[in-house]
């Protein structure tokens, strides 16, 4: 018997901000902030982040793995379709990610922005399957939880 070729799996990361849930909102709706905490990074050159926050809107990103990192000159492409906003509320979108020339995963992600009385709750789930050489879903998550602790320090510039 074949090993499985494909990982399917859900997870959700719940994280707290102490600052409205319209700040936390824009930080994903305005390119400008999502490209710093999302797109730029220590171990990749961004060669390009295009992003059209609308139902129906696309978002791309392509960075380059740099030099010393477990991929160097690699290419990582991301290319999300954005399937429902309710601003300041929540986020939906569906997404794939390749390596190289190689798909790695398929996802649909959601991003629900609740009030608290201490700022903002944000609840993330991701539902996605992964493909041969994806890493998996243990280092996806790894990645989320980096990236928000990303948009943390973007929520106190």
């Not at 690699?74 to 979108?93: E, F, G, H, M, W």
Request: a negative charge; glycine letters at 8%; charged letters at 30%.
């Amino acid at each position: 018997m074949e090993k499985q070729s494909i990982v399917h799996s859900t997870y959700v990361i719940e994280r707290s901000y102490p600052t409205t849930p319209e700040r936390v909102f824009a930080a994903f709706a305005d390119p400008a902030k999502k490209r710093r905490w999302y797109a730029e990074g220590e171990g990749t050159e961004l060669e390009e982040f295009k992003m059209d926050f609308r139902v129906g809107g696309a978002e791309s990103s392509c960075r380059r793995f740099k030099e010393g990192s477990p991929f160097p000159g690699v290419a990582l492409v991301t290319n999300s379709t954005y399937q429902d906003i309710v601003p300041n509320r929540r986020i939906v979108i569906a997404y794939w990610m390749s390596l190289g020339d190689n798909r790695i995963s398929v996802s649909l992600d959601t991003m629900e922005f609740l009030p608290t009385e201490k700022g903002t709750d944000l609840i993330f789930t991701e539902q996605a399957v992964f493909f041969e050489n994806s890493g998996g879903p243990e280092m996806r998550e790894e990645g989320w939880r980096k990236l928000f602790d990303r948009l943390e320090k973007e929520l106190a510039r």
